[in-house]
């Protein structure tokens, strides 16, 4: 009897440490900076001399979250660009790489680049930008730029939340 009281305990002590540690990382995440991946969309846009410019992009550049918090948004592009050096972790101190998906004439390309200095002007966004893998013609059709995650302006991506911890 005693035997089986002392294994019972050694499983309880076993459970409660274990919840314990999986209660202090799940605290300690969502207390980290929460750090986003960016999309944009554009109808059109070209490469040429280092430049990358996607041309009708629409308003808003959609982001989201990691887990645990998984956060979705949307941010204006003007906010965007302003926010790129905002912060001390920021995209200008790190210059993020991002993916860009080109559909021209029907054939699908990847791109990987590293971004830096955003310029808006109307409904065209541009980038310095370099290319670290995959071709990049200099007329690109439709295309999606999926950019690394930062931390950067955590706070004004807040405001633009959707929602919070969406369904698994």
């Given amino acids: 009897m005693v035997g089986k009281c002392a294994f019972a305990a050694i499983v309880a002590a076993g459970w409660l440490v274990t919840s314990t540690v ?29 430049l990358l410019t996607l041309n009708g992009i629409g308003k808003t550049t959609t982001f989201f979250g990691e887990r645990p918090n998984r956060d979705i948004g949307e941010i204006p592009y003007d906010e965007f660009v302003k926010s790129w050096d905002a912060a001390k972790e920021s995209f200008a101190a790190d210059p993020p790489n991002a993916s860009l998906v080109t559909h021209n004439s029907g054939q699908a390309g990847i791109a990987i680049v590293e971004l830096s200095e955003p310029a808006l002007a109307g409904n065209a966004i541009s980038y310095h930008a370099k290319l670290l893998g995959g071709d990049l013609p200099e007329s690109i059709g439709p295309a999606s730029l999926f950019i690394d995650p930062g931390f950067i302006a955590a706070a004004l ?4 939340q959707h929602k919070q911890n969406p369904p698994n």
């Fill in 22 to 50: 999986s209660f202090a990382d799940e605290a300690a995440k969502a207390d980290a900076p929460e750090e986003f991946d960016f999309v944009q969309t554009a109808t059109s846009g070209n490469f040429k001399d280092g």
């Fill in 157 to 160: 991506f807040k405001f633009h």
